[in-house]
């Protein structure tokens, strides 16, 4: 079944704690969502220095030289690296700013940007529900049923991918969420 979406492109943020599952979930989620007909894309949040380049490449080499930008292509894909260097770290929308228009644009972290979030927790993470003290968060994925106070938003399985993805195609048909 085609999904057709007639909204601007979609910002969902994908969020939780480290080892909550949250790339487990994305890894099963995109393919839910692009067998529907969704073209979508991610954003990923390191909170570390990371590379995408090989040193000894001539990529690698044009950026160790001082270049701003290196874009490099092919036939299979291309890639922008940008270098920072003395800027700060771009926000979420610095980097939305640079992607393609699509049906939905998933962000895994980036928990404190204002974005609609679904929050992914698993039982035994101890650590508190940050669904419950933000108002950005518009589901829960959990493998369990928290505790305490009622939760404002749907708690939605874990465990069962197909009515995650019902539910993100529901939020992309009703909402923008950028």
Request: charged fraction near 25%; aromatic fraction near 4%; include cysteine.
């Amino acid at each position: 079944m085609t999904v057709t979406i007639n909204a601007p492109t979609n910002v969902l943020g994908v969020t939780g704690w480290s080892g909550a599952g949250k790339t487990t979930l994305l890894t099963k989620l995109i393919p839910n969502l692009t067998g529907r007909g969704l073209k979508v894309s991610t954003i990923k949040h390191a909170h570390h220095t990371f590379d995408v380049d090989k040193p000894g490449k001539d990529s690698h080499r044009h950026r160790e030289a001082g270049a701003t930008e290196v874009l490099i292509g092919s036939a299979a894909r291309w890639a922008l690296m940008h270098e920072n260097r003395d800027e700060a770290e771009p926000g979420l929308e610095a980097l939305l700013a640079h992607m393609t228009p699509v049906d939905l644009i998933l962000v895994e972290g980036f928990k404190a940007e204002g974005h609609k979030k679904l929050e992914v927790h698993r039982q035994g993470l101890d650590k508190p529900l940050l669904c419950r003290d933000d108002g950005s968060f518009i589901a829960l994925a959990a493998n369990y049923r928290p505790d305490g106070p009622d939760l404002a938003v749907p708690l939605l399985d874990l465990d069962d991918v197909a009515a995650i993805g019902d539910f993100v195609v529901e939020f992309c048909r009703t909402r923008r969420s950028t």
